[in-house]
């Protein structure tokens, strides 16, 4: 049995839906502008050939979706995994808009990956499909124009492949100005310093900002953490570094706890050698996965998939504070019974913006031909996320609305501004 649900009865583009209409209503949307925005720009479909290792061919499908790029380039990450598909991604490129208008980035969104279970295929075999993949997006992804991103799934080395076999596609003259056509390459081949952490970075500021609100601090905090890949361990590594105490975790092989607390760092270097996974940890016990959500903390962060929490399971939260590490992890019932239960939410398009911040830091540094050092980037998501962050806060307050429903007005009425400022092309 999966400890992360791969499927649910409600999509997450059902969600979003939901969320844009409400606000839309809320702020009274010009109608014309509503219907640009309820609907994608482009939906790129793509089946495409790869030789394995056996010589065998297989055909893989791979997706791309940009939702709207009246602020700027289309940004937004590419996942490889099974539950892949046209609507989902249009979901996620939708949320990329909204947050990367909300962090007040010169960008649009967009969204996209391969329907493949990377654990069955070699490193070979990886690169070969993501360099197919790259070849057949073509001009769909260029540094002004679409700029893709490491997500579920993908990484440093994911980018490097898709960089170098971008750039190859170009004259000897024009190379050198492709390399932003992705972010989250490794640092010795044009990527950022910290860019890897900076998501988890991202989801620990937000929780500690709105404790401070409070007057509280992250001392003796206790926290579980749904999914235990780049973005849960960061987010852990930054928690516990100010005393936050991480109880339990799970992701899709195991659910583990240690009410007197998980050394991250440890759980992290037996992970690494199980291509990430925490079962067999032992300084924790396993749990029934479906208990893990009731399991006495302050803070819940969901940094794995989608619809994740639901009206199923939301009643079961113990947490004051929800952490949105991963892109929609309530869906729209879910969260209605954690509103009621006067429990904070902490919306995915502000807690981890840290990522598509840290990528716009690290667009800049390749496009001016910069190199900053890891203090100096650290900083700068720092402060850009805070000016976020209160922003929300002071609409949270004046309005005595949830925070998801503050961070959508900010977003979608400086998309409404941009749109009214420069009209609508005939």
Known sequence: MMAIKEATKRSMLDNVMEQFNKTADSINLNSNIRKILSITNNEIILHFPVKMDNGGVQVFTGYRVQHNNALGPYKGGLRYHPTVNVDDAKALAMWMTWKTSLAGLPYGGAKGGIQIDPRDYSIGELERITRRFTYALGENIGPEHDI????????EQTMAWMADTFMSTKSSSERSRNQHVVTGKPVGSGGLEGRNRSTGYGVYLTIKLLYKSRGESLEGKKFIVQGFGNVGY???????????????????HASIINKKGIAVEELFEHSKPRKGSIQGFTGAEEIDPELFFGVECDILIPAALGNQITADNA????????????????????????????????????????????????WLQNRN??????????????KK?????????????????DW?????ILAITRIETAYIQRGIFP
Not at 385 to 401: D, M, Q
Not at 404 to 408: D, K, P
């Open 148 to 155: 893709p991103a490491p997500d579920v799934n993908t990484n």
């Open 234 to 252: 960061w987010t852990s590594h930054f928690l516990t570094q100010e005393g936050a105490i991480l109880v339990a975790v799970q992701d899709a």
């Open 315 to 362: 009643y079961l939260v113990k947490a004051d504070v929800i952490a949105e590490g991963a892109n929609g992890p309530i869906d729209t019932e879910g969260e209605k019974i954690l509103l009621q239960n006067g429990i904070a939410i902490i919306p995915d398009i502000l807690c981890n913006s840290g990522g598509v911040i840290g990528s716009y830091f690290e």
């Open 369 to 382: 031909g910069e190199l900053w050092q890891l203090d100096e980037v650290m900083q700068k998501i720092d």
């Open 385 to 401: 996320l805070s000016e976020v962050f209160y922003k929300v806060e002071g609409l949270v307050k004046e309005g005595k609305i």
């Open 404 to 408: 998801r429903t503050a961070a959508y």
